[in-house]
T-cell receptor
Framework: DTGVSQDPRHKITKRGQNVTFRCDPI?????LYWYRQTLGQGPEFLTY????????KSRLLSDRFSAERPKGSFSTLEIQRTEQGDSAMYLC??????????????FGPGTRLTVL | GNSVTQMEGPVTLSEEAFLTINCTYT??????LFWYVQYPGEGLQLLLK?????DKGSNKGFEATYRKETTSFHLEKGSVQVSDSAVYFC???????????????FGKGTLLTVNP
């Protein structure tokens, strides 16, 4: 079990560009979560998947954001027409409903986005 | 909705000092409670959890007891080390639109610096 991985670890982009992040959860974890963390704050929930179904999206997730988990394994988070306010750490976490620790999430290292 | 209020930092201690980071919560029901730790430039690592009232979670010398009477989950360590320098987050699950109760709500985090 290699843990949750995220790619890239860092992304610098210019305002108006599109960016895409990838998250690979722990193998066979059926829940996958995305959070956003701005400087000096705790992570805030963005969206989550159970298998391939996206079950909830936070109001923080504007129309410029889209997330997918097409085969119920890895997930992508795309931000279109990036704005400076999108600069943050984007964290992915996974969990399994099939174990007694269903409420425990395991986080990846995050993708730090800087929008210039 | 569910929320946590966490002691604001930063906290600066000398090596071998006693650590307390306060966390109080508001919740519907009795969800599990978590402490996560974030080392510089990294994602979140689960430090410990407690699943019901009077449970004590412990790991790496850190402890926290789920207190229903005071709605608290304070983090303690008897003797901190320089390597404990990090940001600590208190968290609890919140209701999801899919009907379950697992997305996490975090406190703002407490920065701990331990000097040799």
């Amino acid at each position: 079990d290699t843990g949750v991985s995220q790619d890239p670890r860092h992304k610098i982009t210019k305002r108006g560009q599109n960016v895409t992040f990838r998250c690979d959860p722990i193998s066979e974890h059926n829940r996958l979560y995305w959070y956003r963390q701005t400087l000096g704050q705790g992570p805030e929930f963005l969206t989550y998947f159970q298998n391939e179904a996206q079950l909830e999206k936070s109001r923080l997730l504007s129309d410029r954001f889209s997330a997918e988990r097409p085969k119920g394994s890895f997930s992508t988070l795309e931000i279109q027409r990036t704005e400076q306010g999108d600069s943050a750490m984007y964290l992915c976490a996974s969990s399994s409903l099939r174990t007694m620790h269903r409420d425990t999430q395991y986080f990846g290292p995050g993708t730090r986005l800087t929008v210039l | 909705g569910n929320s946590v209020t966490q002691m604001e930092g930063p906290v600066t201690l000398s090596e071998e000092a006693f650590l307390t980071i306060n966390c109080t919560y508001t919740a519907t029901g009795y969800p599990s409670l978590f402490w996560y730790v974030q080392y510089p430039g990294e994602g979140l690592q689960l430090l410990l959890k407690a699943t019901k009232a009077d449970d004590k979670g412990s790991n790496k010398g850190f402890e926290a007891t789920y207190r229903k009477e005071t709605t608290s989950f304070h983090l303690e360590k008897g003797s901190v080390q320089v390597s404990d320098s990090a940001v600590y987050f208190c968290a609890l699950p919140s209701p999801e639109s899919g009907g379950s109760n697992y997305k996490l709500t975090f406190g703002k985090g407490t920065l701990l610096t331990v000097n040799p």
